[in-house]
C-alpha cells in the first residue's frame, strides 16, 4: 500500500467542457479519514473538482480532463479502471436530496445493493439497519420502514441519501453541497454527522460557506477560477491565509 | 397575454377587438359543432342498429343479417399484435435515443461517442420524417415487403406488422416524452452508487418513466384501430364467414367493413356502416379510458 | 497476484457484464429499425416504378391529360389524379388554415384558462376520429345537404370531400400555430403594449408576425397531411379520374387510386399493379417535399422563439 497517509492524490488536474476550460493545473493530496473543504466562489470549479474523483463528471457531454488522479495510489483514470467499480468505492451526496421517488425508505437505503444485483436477502436489514444509524435516521424513520420516501421531510431525505451512498460501503464519501437546500436544524444535524464519520471516511465537501467548512474540515483548499489558490489545515488557512487572495475571499471582500 | 398590460384604448378600437375575438371564437366554435353534428349523425343512425346479433353474426348479402363478428375480432387481433411487436422494439429505439446516445458514455472514447451521435441524429430526422408519411404507403410498403417479398400473403400477420411499422415512430415520441420526464438527479443518484447503464435504465428510469410510455403507446395504438387505407392496400376482406384461426390467417377489420358498408347505395347498408362506427368509437373511448386510468393508477404508485 | 506487482485496485473492471453490451446493440438495432422503414418504403417503391417506366414512356405520364390505366384504352396521364388531389387539398386547406389559425389566436391570446381547457381536449377529440368515419359523414350527411344548396352537385364530388377534410385538419393547425404563436416571447408583447398600442393591433401587427415561420410550417406541414389523406376522399370524392377543378364535380385523387385498385384484385407483376406503386412514388415525393421544408421552418421557428 502506499506509505504515506493519502487516501486521493491529485497531480496536474485540468478539466473542463469543451472549449472552456474550469480547472487548471490543481495538484492536492487528499488525507484518509479526515475531512477535507473545497471552498470557493460560485463557478471556481468545485464541483467539477469533486465530480472527477469518482468519474462523474465524464458523463456530461463534451466533459474531458487531463493529469492524473490516485486512489490508494492507484490512477483511476488508468486502463482496465471501470468507473462504475470506482464509483462504488467513491459515494456521493448532492445539492439537492435525490431520493429515488418509487421506492420506499427501506428501498432506497438498500438501492446501491439492489441496483447492482449485489443485494443478498439475509443481509439486507443488518446492512440497512448499521446504513441508517450511521446517518443518525435510524430512530426517525424504523416505524415508517416502508413509507415512501418522498413523504419525509428535506433533512431527513439528504440523510437517507447519505444512508443510501454509505450502504455500498465506501471509502471515500463526495458531498457537493449537501445543506445548500437545507434549513439551519437540518444543516446543524448533518455537520454532526459528518465529524461522526470521519472516524471510518476519507469525506471530500464543496460547500460555498467558510463558516461550514471551518467548522467541520481538517484540511481546506481554496478554488478560484479553477486554479488551487491555498490548500492548507483548516486552522491555519482561516487564522492566517499565505496568498492575499484567500485572506480577500474569507474576510469577504469578494464572492 | 397579461391583462392588467391592456390598455383600454378608444372606443372604436375595443368594439373591433370584441368583434375579433368573437370571430376567433366562433372559429373554435364551428369544427366543435361539425363533431357535434358527426357524432349525433351516427348515433341517431347507428345506435338502434348495435345489439347482441349485429355484433355476433357474419356479413350477408342482406343488410339486416349482416354483423361484424369477424370484423371486430380482426381489429382487436390485429391491433394487439401490432401493440406486442411494437412496444418493446419503440421503447427500446427511444431508450437508446435518451439514455445511451444522448449522454456520452465515457466508455470507448471520443471516435465512438461521435459515430454513435451521428447515427442517433440520423434516426431522429428519419422519425421526425417517418411520422409524417401518408399511412396509404405503409400499405404499399406491407404490400410490397410483407405480403409479396416475405411471403406472408394477405394476413392477419402482414396487416399486424403493416401497423406495427406505422405506429412505431409515434411509439418512440411519446417513450422518448416519458423517458424525459424522469429527472437527471435521479440518474446521478444511481451513478453514483455504481449502477451500470442498464442498471440504471432498468431499475430508475423505466419504472418512473413506465406510466407515461404506456399511456403513450395506447394512444399510438387507439390511432391505429382507426387506420383503414394501409390494410385496405394489404387487402383486408370485407366478406369473411369464418374467425381467423392464426397469424396467417386472412382477416378483416371494423374500419375496413365501415368503408364497404358505406360505399353500397342501399340505405340499408349505410344503417350497418353507423353501428359498425359506434362500435368502433366506443373501441377507441375504451383505449383512451384505459390510457387515462394506467397513467392514474402507475403514477399513483410510484409518487405517493 | 505476482509477488513484486501491486495488485490490481479493486475498482478494475468491466463492471459492465457481457450482455449489457449484447443489449445495447439490440438498443441499436431497434433505433435502426426505423431506418429500414425508411429505406423499404423507397425500396419497394423504386422497384415498382422503374418497372412501371419501362413499360410505360416517362412523357405519357406527364403529358397525357387522360388516366384509364384499368380500360382497354390505356392512357397514363397523372394529371387527372394530380388535379383531383390538388383541388380537394386547396378546399381543405382552405378551410383549416382560417379557422385553425383564428382558433390558434384565440386559444394562445385571449381565452380564459378554463375555456382553453375544455376546448383543447375536444379539439384532440375532433383529430382522433378515424378517417374512414369522416368519409362517411361526408358522403352519407354532408352531400346530401350541400346539393340542397349547391345547383349541379354530383353524388361523389371534391366539394363535400374538402370541406370534411378541411374541418379534420383544423386541430393541426390549430395546435401547430398555437405552440408558433406561445413561443414568441412576452417581452414582445409587452413592449408593443407598452407603446400604447391595442390588444388586438398587438397580436395581428406583432405577435402574430413574429410567429410567421411557425404558421408557414403548420401550413405546410397540413398540405403534406391533405395530400396523403385517403379515406375521405376515397368514400366521398369518387374514383373517376376526371381532369377539372369543378368542386361540384366527381374527382379521383392519388390516394383513391390506389385504394380503388387495392379493392379489386389485381395480380402482382401487371402494369395495372405497377401503377399505385408509381402514383405511390409521386404521392411520396410530393409529401416528402412539404414535410421536409416545414419541418425545416418550423425548428428555425423554435430557434427564433
Known amino acids: 500500500m502506499d506509505p504515506s497517509n493519502d487516501k486521493i492524490r491529485v497531480e496536474g488536474l485540468s478539466a473542463g467542457f469543451g472549449d472552456r476550460r474550469v480547472l487548471f493545473d490543481v495538484s492536492m493530496a487528499l488525507p484518509a479519514r479526515r475531512v477535507t473543504a473545497i471552498i470557493g466562489p460560485s463557478g471556481?470549479?468545485?464541483?467539477?473538482?469533486?465530480?472527477?474523483?469518482?468519474?462523474?463528471?465524464?458523463?456530461?457531454?463534451?466533459?474531458?480532463?487531463?493529469?492524473?488522479?490516485?486512489?490508494?495510489?492507484?490512477?483511476?483514470?488508468?486502463?482496465?479502471?471501470?468507473?462504475?467499480?470506482?464509483?462504488?468505492?467513491?459515494?456521493?451526496?448532492?445539492?439537492?436530496?435525490?431520493?429515488?421517488?418509487?421506492?420506499?425508505?427501506?428501498?432506497?437505503?438498500?438501492?446501491?445493493?439492489?441496483?447492482?444485483?449485489?443485494?443478498?436477502?439475509?443481509?439486507?436489514?443488518?446492512?440497512?439497519?448499521?446504513?441508517?444509524?450511521?446517518?443518525?435516521?435510524?430512530d426517525e424513520v424504523r416505524d415508517r420502514l416502508d413509507a415512501p420516501a418522498g413523504g419525509l421531510s428535506g433533512g431527513q431525505q439528504q440523510r437517507l441519501c447519505i444512508a443510501r451512498a454509505l450502504a455500498v460501503d465506501p471509502e471515500v464519501l463526495l458531498m457537493d453541497e449537501p445543506c445548500s437546500a437545507l434549513d439551519p436544524i437540518a444543516t446543524a444535524r448533518i455537520?454532526?454527522?459528518?465529524?461522526?464519520?470521519?472516524?471510518?471516511?476519507?469525506?471530500?465537501?464543496?460547500?460555498?460557506?467558510?463558516?461550514?467548512?471551518?467548522?467541520?474540515?481538517?484540511r481546506t483548499a481554496f478554488l478560484l477560477l479553477g486554479e488551487l489558490v491555498e490548500h492548507d489545515d483548516t486552522d491555519r488557512l482561516f487564522t492566517s491565509p499565505r496568498d492575499s487572495r484567500t485572506e480577500d475571499y474569507i474576510t469577504g471582500k469578494f464572492g | 397575454?397579461?391583462?392588467?398590460?391592456?390598455?383600454?384604448?378608444?372606443?372604436?378600437?375595443?368594439?373591433?377587438?370584441?368583434?375579433?375575438?368573437?370571430?376567433?371564437?366562433?372559429?373554435?366554435?364551428?369544427?366543435?359543432?361539425?363533431?357535434?353534428?358527426?357524432?349525433?349523425?351516427?348515433?341517431?343512425?347507428?345506435?338502434?342498429?348495435?345489439?347482441?346479433?349485429?355484433?355476433?353474426?357474419?356479413?350477408?348479402?342482406?343488410?339486416?343479417?349482416?354483423?361484424?363478428?369477424?370484423?371486430?375480432?380482426?381489429?382487436?387481433?390485429?391491433?394487439?399484435?401490432?401493440?406486442?411487436?411494437?412496444?418493446?422494439?419503440?421503447?427500446?429505439a427511444a431508450i437508446w435515443l435518451e439514455e445511451y446516445a444522448e449522454a456520452a458514455a465515457g466508455r470507448g472514447g471520443r471516435a465512438r461517442r461521435t459515430a454513435m451521435g451521428w447515427l442517433a441524429r440520423l434516426v431522429e430526422v428519419n422519425i421526425a420524417n417517418l411520422a409524417g408519411v401518408p399511412s396509404i404507403l405503409y400499405g404499399l410498403l406491407g404490400l410490397g415487403l410483407f405480403v409479396r417479398t416475405l411471403g406472408m400473403g394477405r394476413s392477419l400477420?402482414?396487416?399486424?406488422?403493416?401497423?406495427?411499422?406505422?405506429?412505431?415512430?409515434?411509439?418512440?415520441?411519446?417513450?422518448?416524452?416519458?423517458?424525459?420526464?424522469?429527472?437527471?438527479?435521479?440518474?446521478?443518484?444511481?451513478?453514483?452508487?455504481?449502477?451500470?447503464?442498464?442498471?440504471?435504465?432498468?431499475?430508475?428510469?423505466?419504472?418512473?418513466?413506465?406510466?407515461?410510455?404506456?399511456?403513450?403507446?395506447?394512444?399510438?395504438?387507439?390511432?391505429?384501430?382507426?387506420?383503414?387505407?394501409p390494410l385496405v392496400v394489404i387487402g383486408a376482406l370485407v366478406y369473411l364467414t369464418f374467425l381467423p384461426t392464426s397469424l396467417s390467417s386472412p382477416f378483416s377489420a371494423l374500419p375496413i367493413q365501415i368503408y364497404n358498408w358505406t360505399s353500397r347505395p342501399q340505405a340499408g347498408f349505410q344503417t350497418n356502416a353507423a353501428g359498425a362506427i359506434v362500435v368502433l368509437l366506443a373501441t377507441l373511448l375504451l383505449l383512451n379510458a384505459a390510457a387515462i386510468l394506467v397513467r392514474a393508477r402507475l403514477q399513483r404508485r410510484s409518487r405517493a | 497476484m505476482s509477488p513484486s506487482g501491486r495488485a490490481p485496485g479493486p475498482f478494475h473492471g468491466p463492471a459492465t457484464p457481457p450482455f449489457e453490451r449484447i443489449l445495447e446493440f439490440g438498443l441499436v438495432a431497434c433505433g435502426l429499425l426505423s431506418i429500414l422503414t425508411t429505406a423499404g418504403i423507397v425500396a419497394v417503391l423504386a422497384g415498382e416504378t422503374v418497372a412501371f417506366f419501362r413499360e410505360v414512356p416517362v412523357r405519357a405520364f406527364l403529358f397525357d391529360t387522360q388516366w384509364t390505366p384499368l380500360f382497354a384504352d390505356k392512357h397514363f396521364g397523372i394529371w387527372p389524379l394530380v388535379a383531383g388531389t390538388l383541388l380537394t387539398t386547396a378546399i381543405a386547406v382552405g378551410i383549416a388554415l382560417p379557422f385553425g389559425l383564428l382558433s390558434a389566436i384565440f386559444l394562445a391570446e385571449f381565452a380564459p384558462a378554463r375555456v382553453r381547457s375544455v376546448v383543447k381536449p375536444l379539439l384532440e377529440v375532433l383529430a382522433g376520429i378515424p378517417t374512414v368515419v369522416y368519409g362517411y359523414f361526408a358522403l352519407v350527411t354532408l352531400t346530401p345537404l350541400l346539393q340542397r344548396v349547391v345547383p349541379g352537385l354530383s353524388g361523389f364530388n371534391a366539394?363535400?370531400?374538402?370541406?370534411?377534410?378541411?374541418?379534420?385538419?383544423?386541430?393541426?393547425?390549430?395546435?401547430?400555430?398555437?405552440?408558433?404563436?406561445?413561443?414568441?416571447?412576452?417581452?414582445?408583447?409587452?413592449?408593443?403594449?407598452?407603446?400604447?398600442?391595442?390588444?388586438?393591433?398587438?397580436?395581428?401587427?406583432?405577435?402574430?408576425?413574429?410567429?410567421?415561420?411557425?404558421?408557414?410550417a403548420a401550413l405546410l406541414l397540413a398540405v403534406a397531411r391533405a395530400i396523403g389523406e385517403t379515406m375521405i376522399v376515397a368514400i366521398a370524392a369518387g374514383q373517376q379520374p376526371i381532369l377539372t377543378l369543378d368542386p361540384r364535380s366527381s374527382v379521383e385523387t392519388m390516394t383513391a387510386y390506389i385504394v380503388q385498385v387495392s379493392m379489386g384484385d389485381v395480380p402482382a407483376g401487371t402494369l395495372e399493379y405497377r401503377t399505385i406503386f408509381a402514383v405511390g412514388t409521386l404521392l411520396f415525393l410530393m409529401t416528402l417535399g412539404f414535410n421536409t421544408l416545414g419541418l425545416r421552418l418550423a425548428r428555425g421557428a423554435q430557434r427564433v422563439g
Not at chain 2, 8 to 14: E, F, L, V, Y
Not at chain 2, 27 to 47: I, K
Not at chain 2, 55 to 73: D, K
Open chain 1, 44 to 138: 471556481c470549479g468545485k464541483s467539477t473538482f469533486i465530480r472527477i474523483l469518482n468519474r462523474m463528471h465524464e458523463l456530461v457531454r463534451g466533459a474531458w480532463a487531463s493529469g492524473e488522479v490516485h486512489l490508494d495510489g492507484v490512477p483511476i483514470h488508468g486502463p482496465g479502471v471501470d468507473p462504475v467499480l470506482l464509483r462504488r468505492r467513491v459515494g456521493m451526496v448532492f445539492q439537492k436530496p435525490n431520493p429515488f421517488p418509487h421506492l420506499s425508505v427501506r428501498e432506497n437505503v438498500l438501492a446501491g445493493l439492489s441496483l447492482t444485483g449485489r443485494r443478498r436477502r439475509s443481509e439486507a436489514e443488518a446492512v440497512m439497519e448499521r446504513a441508517l444509524a450511521q446517518a443518525a435516521l435510524w
Open chain 3, 159 to 216: 366539394l363535400s370531400a374538402g370541406l370534411v377534410m378541411g374541418v379534420m385538419i383544423v386541430p393541426f393547425i390549430s395546435s401547430l400555430a398555437e405552440d408558433a404563436l406561445s413561443a414568441v416571447p412576452d417581452a414582445l408583447r409587452e413592449g408593443a403594449l407598452a407603446l400604447g398600442a391595442g390588444r388586438l393591433p398587438t397580436v395581428l401587427r406583432v405577435v402574430v408576425p413574429a410567429a410567421r415561420s411557425g404558421i408557414l
Open chain 2, 157 to 229: 400477420l402482414a396487416g399486424a406488422c403493416t401497423l406495427a411499422l406505422l405506429v412505431l415512430p409515434v411509439v418512440v415520441l411519446a417513450s422518448r416524452e416519458a423517458l424525459r420526464t424522469v429527472p437527471d438527479s435521479l440518474r446521478e443518484a444511481a451513478w453514483a452508487l455504481g449502477a451500470t447503464r442498464w442498471q440504471l435504465v432498468r431499475r430508475v428510469v423505466l419504472p418512473l418513466a413506465l406510466p407515461g410510455i404506456l399511456t403513450g403507446t395506447i394512444l399510438a395504438v387507439s390511432r391505429a384501430v382507426g387506420e383503414t387505407a
Open chain 1, 191 to 218: 455537520e454532526d454527522l459528518i465529524h461522526a464519520l470521519c472516524a471510518d471516511y476519507t469525506i471530500v465537501i464543496v460547500t460555498h460557506s467558510m463558516q461550514q467548512a471551518a467548522r467541520v474540515s481538517h
Open chain 2, 1 to 92: 397575454m397579461s391583462t392588467a398590460l391592456s390598455p383600454t384604448g378608444r372606443r372604436a378600437d375595443r368594439v373591433r377587438e370584441r368583434l375579433f375575438v368573437a370571430l376567433s371564437a366562433v372559429s373554435v366554435a364551428v369544427p366543435l359543432l361539425v363533431l357535434a353534428l358527426l357524432l349525433g349523425d351516427v348515433l341517431r343512425t347507428g345506435l338502434g342498429r348495435v345489439d347482441w346479433a349485429f355484433l355476433t353474426s357474419y356479413p350477408s348479402r342482406h343488410w339486416e343479417r349482416a354483423g361484424i363478428l369477424p370484423a371486430l375480432v380482426g381489429t382487436l387481433l390485429l391491433n394487439a399484435t401490432a401493440a406486442a411487436m411494437t412496444l418493446p422494439v419503440g421503447v427500446a
